[in-house]
């Protein structure tokens, strides 16, 4: 595969205009499948979810599941869609065996949501609003392995295996109008749109929202259209392109590939691409053909819906606060500087700041931590820091803190034996024996001993040169094997050396 | 006389994974024109005020709950498929895309 040119990023918005669109497929976290019982989970082997429906058997009949309408109109709202009071599925004929039933089960021209818009706010503060055509729902495709060949990717793979668990599954399509007048922000508004909805289903409940999962996946539309010119340029369709960053590159990508393309002279192809996360480029698949007729009919094994109206308002108020109102407002609760907010959010760590402050401690110690020692304990052991302890565990670790029972440093031992499961971290202290050595007794002992042992350090304490008291301090913390509060023991160094300054300063 | 060609019908058997003869495609095409026939005159007695029905009864709404149901076994799902590998179907590789 060759390598396309591609023209500098500034001289393509220079020359051209870029036009968006985006389609966010949101896969639901409903405990079955969208027209079967089946178990809406994987993991649990291959083709262990499947039924004569989802298979498409003789025999098989689809039932809608009532939840998935639930989760589908709740995020209609979210995204201040219209709720269609008339509704239907239909058929999306085409062959290809992740789709066993030679089928996909859709929405045509009665999607259940539709004219909504959701406003994104960019780094720079521009606010963009993206119009929300349509919200419909639709099942998954099963999952396809190609075998053979010599990369595993469909080109010369020699077979294909197919597991069907994820056939069936609830999607919702979520489909923006042409964005216009993105100029210079088309891929961060690309990130941040995606991000928006992922974010919205998060909140919501209504799916797991992990993207690395492909609970939410994006196909990426960009044309461009040459500066002063009316006419819309012919768009690529960039498939599943599935973190927030190579959206972001995705759409750079195309913008930079298709100017070079037109700037010599060529055409753009409308056609399906796709998005390459290792190498960063996106290559042509297959051009818009006969095969794209797909014979939509309004499928005949369901009848329509008709969501009542008290049904739609009652979910209305089941609405969640909107995450980017929740983020100003907490930011402002907080306190947070820009940078230090970025931080956990970026780290989604918003609700485990919320938690840990609803149980009792402040923001910045909260903050702190989570970002801190359990980010870099969660990043060694691979797993996501909200997953290593409870916000109310942390807290009462933090209170300690604050109580002047643990140093910082014996409160990373403490959370260590949290983590490890050893019990609360009052537990934890009194078990590991860790609490900061507070009697003044035991650390008098411990200073006049390391006085008498090093008589040369005393003298010039004696004399005025403070910073010598530095070697005994240390000899002191040591033998309490660091449990004690070394501005403490500072303090009684100097006493005891018979130089007890008043408001000492580290 | 109704609108629908052959090439209309090789067309569609194509999209349908039909594979018809020169025979069969002229016998369908003129058995489908007369049925496009038969709906026409229908549309004829529909006046603008009869809407479209896609579904015969006056029935919406019909929901099932979100309950998990037994699933098939593995063995009683690969029963049909004409060639497997372990768990899963195994079907040929498709070239026509990248
Ligand atoms: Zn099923």
Redesign the pocket.
Known sequence: MAKPELMDYDKALELFEPVLGFEVHVELNTK??M????ANEFGSGANT???????GLPG?LPQVNHKAIESSIRLGLALGCEIAEHSRFARKNYFYPDTAKNFQTSQYDDPICHDGSLTIELESGRLVTVEIERAHMEDDAGKLTHMGGSTGRIQGADYSLVD?NR??VPLVEIVTQMIEGAEHDAPEIGRTYVAGIREIAKALGVSNARMEEGNVRCDANVSLRPRGSKVLGTRTETKNVNSLRSVERAVRYEIQRQAAVLHAGGTITQETRHWHEDTGITSAGRPKSDADDYRYFPEPDLVPMAPSREWVEELRLTLPEPPAARRKRLQADWGFANLEFQDVVNSDLMDAVEATVAAGASAQSARKWWTGEIARLANAAGVAADSLVQPAQLAALIALVEAGTLTDRLARQVLEGVIAGEGTPAEVVASRGLAVVSDDGALIAAIDEALSKQPDVLAKIRDGKLQAAGAVIGAVMKAMRGQADAARVRELVLERAGTAESGSVE | MSAITAEQVAHLANLARIDLSPEEITNLTLDLGQIVDSVAKVQEVATSDVPATSHPMPLTNVFREDVVVP??SVEQALSGAPARAGDKFRVPAILDEE
């Open positions: 079955t499948k027209f079967c019982g089946c979810n499947t039924c004569p429906t989802c298979l098989g069907y056939g069936g | 699933s098939l």
